[in-house]
Nanobody, 121 residues
Framework: QVRLVESGGGLEQVGGSLRLSCTAS????????MTWYRKAPEKEREMVAA???????NYVDSVKGRFTISRDNAKNTTYLQMNSLRPEDTAVYYC???????????????WGQGTQVTVSS
């Protein structure tokens, strides 16, 4: 059984910062890509940032220079540091991880439950 748990969302003012965390736990052999997505009301889900196991990161253009993704492989945890927040960053943020289980099954994509980020102007 593999589980992803996110934390760190909340309400922040424009220009403020928030840090999201996502930890994968359970019967895990390896975690390759870890990715943050977001879903705003009446908008399509979009990839925000992704990081490989070696630390290579990619970002959607709208967050470049403001958001930083990182990970701690020993803890199977990824972080999303969000600075200079804007109202358009308001969304539910989901963590995704591509995981091979201890039984050698996969890789399969697992999802967290989502955490709300609200940026007020």
């Amino acid at each position: 059984q593999v589980r992803l748990v996110e934390s760190g969302g909340g309400l922040e003012q424009v220009g403020g910062s928030l840090r999201l965390s996502c930890t994968a736990s359970g019967s895990i052999l390896s975690v390759s890509y870890m990715t943050w997505y977001r879903k705003a009301p009446e908008k399509e889900r979009e990839m925000v940032a992704a990081i490989s196991s070696s630390g290579n990161a990619n970002y959607v253009d709208s967050v470049k220079g403001r958001f930083t993704i990182s990970r701690d492989n020993a803890k199977n945890t990824t972080y999303l540091q969000m600075n200079s927040l804007r109202p358009e960053d308001t969304a539910v943020y989901y963590c995704n991880a591509r995981i091979i289980s201890s039984a050698g099954l996969g890789p399969y994509d697992y999802w967290g439950q989502g955490t709300q980020v609200t940026v007020s102007s």
